[in-house]
């Protein structure tokens, strides 16, 4: 009988254990919960924005990849006389070259949209695209922007 009585008594004081609860603020109301509830954060609805680059001449500059060897590029560049150029180099070897004009130049900064294609001469390559100005003065690269391709 005695046994019944303590294994009553052990059991009354297991089952009316105070719950620990914390106390949380949601929408500007205070809410209190068990420690047994679990609370469920909703998932961050991440939205990826394509990398920008940007230097002194070269800003809002993202690249675009359209299939396995078409890239678009579009920015903004402040640019004497709207002109720039571009070349695309894997480390090694100038893959190609050109050039293209913003619809506005320096001091303004001018749109740009242009389509690119190359392919790999090496499997394991980087392949880099660099804008730059030439210089009027001797041809050299002025303002290089650096955009790791694939």
């Not at 809002?60 to 180099?89: H, Y």
Request: proline share 3%.
């Amino acid at each position: 009988m005695r046994w019944t009585i303590l294994l009553s008594v052990v059991l009354l004081f297991a089952c009316n254990k105070k719950e620990t609860q914390h106390t949380i603020v949601v929408n500007d109301t205070l809410i209190t919960i068990p420690e047994t509830t679990k609370v469920v954060k909703p998932e961050k609805s991440e939205i990826l924005l394509p990398k920008q680059y940007f230097n002194e001449r070269f800003k809002e500059v993202t690249v675009q990849r359209i299939d396995e060897n078409k890239f678009r590029v579009r920015g903004k560049g402040q640019i004497f006389e709207a002109s720039f150029n571009w070349i695309i180099e894997d480390g090694h070897d100038e893959l190609e070259t050109g050039f293209q004009t913003t619809d506005a130049g320096a001091p303004e900064w001018g749109k740009f949209d242009f389509t690119i294609a190359v392919q790999k001469k090496r499997e394991n390559s980087k392949l880099n695209l660099v804008l730059f100005e030439s210089s009027a003065k001797d041809g050299s690269r002025q303002h290089e922007l650096p955009i790791v391709l694939f």
